[in-house]
């Protein structure tokens, strides 16, 4: 069952149970205050009765039982004009006067002396309040019972019972209407989540709901956004996980087909002109070539294996002397191909895997290396910073475009694809970099000018002046 028609019916329901049972509480409440009052004013007839033949009786003296029968006689005839019925019995429940009762009663059994009493009989569709009280006389003891029709109650319970009756069935109606639209205003925002979440399995991860209110619903409603939200941002992230992925593979097959058919071309070469030595030389040598960047790209992404699963155990380094080190690994090479490499570094320590990092320094300075041509510039500078330490490495080559600058650390992402292959890259250097940075949870920010040059900055956590 839908939640609306839920909550009709438990509204409807609940509204007819409490006009039901408040109805029937109030008609019974008038009936049982009408009975009592009818009940006290037969007690009172009774009483009067009783009174006017005893008085009698007080100045009458030897009386038997027939002699009491005519006195009460006469003491209900002098009562004309009231509404009751009276009997006199016996201890036997002989009648001696007046009529007979309209039904059965144990009601006088039951009476001890000097004590009275009522009770309502029931006789088919009519109903008598009937009291009684006992007599004594010189022959024992008489009974007196009086009693008076009381069928105007029934019949006026019956008509409010009618009457209530019709008034519930407008009441239910009215109680219909409004339940039919208190269950629509709450299920309407349900209805809205239940669309928007059939868009969004559909494939519409944008769509979102209004937020009406800040009740439970309304809170509902905004925790949905929410998920939605989520929703569509981790979506989003794995789709570009996956396009990064594929990229990564046909980068991947790229990169090793083009050495791979250079190797077996010139190798088949080999084979077939054996007898020419300069072009089995020449023929060795690009297999070589292309063997060494074969193995370059084995090494990096063995690198990045490695990082993945590594654990680093950082000490404590002076950088001054670990970037001068670093320095002198590179500089005969960049002197050889004109290219200057300046040293800046301020004193300070930082907590580092050194090897790791050298690695790093190394790929930036071979980075900028290879943007640059003879008569350029490399400065390696290192800079305290609040919280940790700065590596830098400026050049001033000719740049990065700024749409590469956010891809350049993806895996075999190149700027300038046909240079860098030239020079024997894959791409893989800066994604390790960044790798070897985020472990030590650093962070490495590029910023560069089209014909101008490349600034790299290497943040470490946790330097501080030596």
Not at 93 to 99: I, R
Not at 170 to 179: H, W
Not at 264 to 271: P, V
Not at 356 to 384: F, H
């Amino acid at each position: 069952m839908r939640l609306f028609w839920k909550l009709f019916c438990c509204m409807v329901a609940m509204t007819a149970l409490a006009c039901s049972i408040s109805g029937f509480l109030l008609i019974d409440g008038q009936f049982r205050a009408g009975l009592t009052a009818q009940a006290d004013v037969a007690v009172t007839e009774h009483l009067i009765l009783r009174r006017m033949l005893l008085r009698e009786m007080q100045f009458s003296h030897g009386l038997s039982q027939e002699d009491i029968a005519r006195l009460a006689d006469e003491a209900a005839a002098s009562l004309g004009h009231s509404e009751d019925s009276f009997r006199l019995s016996s201890e036997t429940d002989a009648a001696l006067a007046g009529d007979a009762l309209p039904a059965e009663s144990r009601l006088t059994g039951a009476l001890s002396q000097d004590q009275l009493g009522w009770e309502v009989l029931r006789d088919g569709d009519r109903m008598y309040l009937h009291a009684a009280s006992p007599v004594t006389t010189e022959d024992g003891i008489v009974y007196l019972d009086t009693w008076r029709e009381a069928g105007d109650l029934l019949a006026a319970r019956q008509a409010q019972y009618h009457a209530f009756f019709y008034l519930l069935l407008g009441l239910i109606l009215a109680s219909a209407l409004a339940a039919a639209t208190v269950s629509a205003w709450i299920t309407r925002p349900l209805g809205r989540l239940s669309e928007a979440a059939r868009q969004m399995a559909a494939g519409e991860l944008s769509r979102r709901v209004e937020v009406r209110g800040s009740d439970e619903i309304g809170q509902l409603s905004q925790d949905f956004n929410q998920m939605a939200q989520q929703l569509e941002q981790h979506v989003g992230e794995l789709t570009d996980t996956a396009r990064r992925q594929e990229e990564f593979l046909h980068a991947f097959a790229h990169e090793t087909k083009t050495p791979l058919t250079s190797i077996i071309g010139y190798a088949e070469l080999m084979l077939s002109r054996p007898a020419q030595p300069q072009l089995v030389q020449e023929s060795a040598a690009c297999i070589f070539r292309e063997g060494r960047r074969l193995e370059g790209l084995s090494r990096k992404l063995m690198d990045l294996f490695v990082l993945e699963k590594s654990n680093l155990s950082l000490r404590r380094t002076q950088m001054l002397p670990f970037l001068e080190r670093v320095a002198d690994v590179l500089r005969p090479a960049l002197e050889e191909a004109g290219i200057v490499l300046a040293v800046q570094a301020a004193p300070g320590a930082a907590e580092i895997e050194p090897d790791l990092m050298e690695s790093v320094c190394l790929n930036l300075l071979d980075n900028a290396r290879k943007a640059l041509d003879a008569g350029g510039r490399i400065l390696l500078e290192g800079t305290q910073a609040e919280g940790g330490y700065c590596i830098h490495v400026t050049d001033n080559g000719r740049g990065i475009a700024p749409e590469d600058l956010n891809r350049i650390t993806e895996p075999f992402y190149m700027a300038d694809k046909s240079r860098s292959r030239a020079q024997g890259g894959a791409g893989l250097g800066l994604t390790v970099c960044q790798k070897i940075v985020e472990l030590h949870g650093g962070t490495l920010h590029f910023a560069s000018t089209l014909g101008q040059g490349t600034r790299v900055s290497v943040f470490l956590k946790g330097g501080e002046r030596s």
